[in-house]
């Protein structure tokens, strides 16, 4: 099972702090902001500590394609409304790429962006363009973009939405996608009959073009479009369901990440990423 979570880069240690957390909580991946994930100051990389994180996470035998850099989700590609706010998105993809090359990873997961009202094809033709001229000097990294739950003017809530930015940009075959069990069901997605969605994303996307997985209970009912996560057998998803989904043999090769809320201050990520491996539900947090 590869499984890890969001885990911090801060001070002093940054990435190698990173993945110190991620070993402390047995992960063998890890996603990172490079920075705060609601805004898009940077420090430099030159602080992140990169080479000792590279001889931990090569000790741990944790390869590149599990270790996976978010996005902050500030940053939006879709805006045709506000200039400044497409080109700071642009500029800003254009300088991850380089710090997520720098730390060795090689995917970056993009919620795909909002068209403010401008409309959908609109705001899906403003992402084509905008990846378009994040990824013209780039041939190795791949953008996946993210399932959303469809909040506010969200796009990326189909999977045709994505299915069209990855056959509409330049370069293709860097596109992929990041699957969140939360947004999906959000979304409207009966996530139960999981073959079926698969089978569904498969014919729309292709299953090879699956990066990573967003494995996260979910505080609303299907087709909310709240976006509001939860503790792994806390919400409407459920244990067994998101169990089922981190062993699926379908999915072996892909990264499951946690992006559960802490409880009481702390990360439940050490306790999760134990109830997925060993397959049992113990009910620890106390209501
Ligand atoms: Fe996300
Ligand atoms: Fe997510
Ligand atoms: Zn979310």
Redesign the pocket.
């Known amino acids: 099972m590869i499984i890890g979570s969001h885990v911090s880069l801060s001070s002093p240690d940054y990435f190698l702090g990173s993945v110190k957390e991620a070993l402390s909580y047995n992960a063998n991946a890890l996603m990172i902001y490079t920075g705060a994930p609601q805004n898009t100051f940077r420090k430099s990389t030159s602080d992140f500590k990169i080479s000792e994180a590279k001889m931990l996470l090569s000790e741990a035998e944790i390869p590149a394609q599990h270790i996976i850099v978010h996005a902050p989700y500030i940053i939006n590609l879709a805006n045709t409304l506000k200039p400044e706010t497409f080109d700071l998105a642009v500029d800003f993809l254009k300088k991850e790429i380089d710090r997520t090359r720098q730390i060795g990873a090689k995917i970056i997961v993009l919620h795909p962006g909002s068209h403010v009202n401008a409309g959908e094809d609109i705001g899906l033709n403003r992402i084509v363009e905008g990846l378009n001229l994040a990824l013209a000097d780039n041939d190795d990294i791949e953008i996946a973009l993210e399932t959303m739950?469809g909040k506010g003017s969200e796009l990326g809530y189909r999977f045709e939405h994505l299915a069209y930015i990855k056959e509409a940009v330049d370069k293709p075959h860097l596109i992929k996608v990041c699957m969140?069990t939360?947004?999906m069901s959000d979304a409207g997605y009966d996530v139960f009959r999981f073959n079926d969605l698969l089978d569904e994303f498969d014919k729309i996307i292709g299953l090879q073009h699956l990066r990573v997985i967003h494995l996260?209970d979910s505080k609303n009912e299907p087709g909310a479009k709240k976006?509001r996560?939860a503790n792994l057998g806390y919400g409407q998803l459920g244990f067994d369901f998101l169990h089922m989904v981190a062993s699926h043999p379908r999915l072996a090769s892909i990264p499951k990440i946690l992006?559960t809320p802490y409880v009481d201050d702390l990360p439940p990520y050490g306790v999760e990423i134990e109830m997925l491996r060993s397959g049992v539900f113990t009910d620890w947090i106390s209501q």
């Open positions: 739950a969140d939360c947004h996260n976006d996560h992006e």
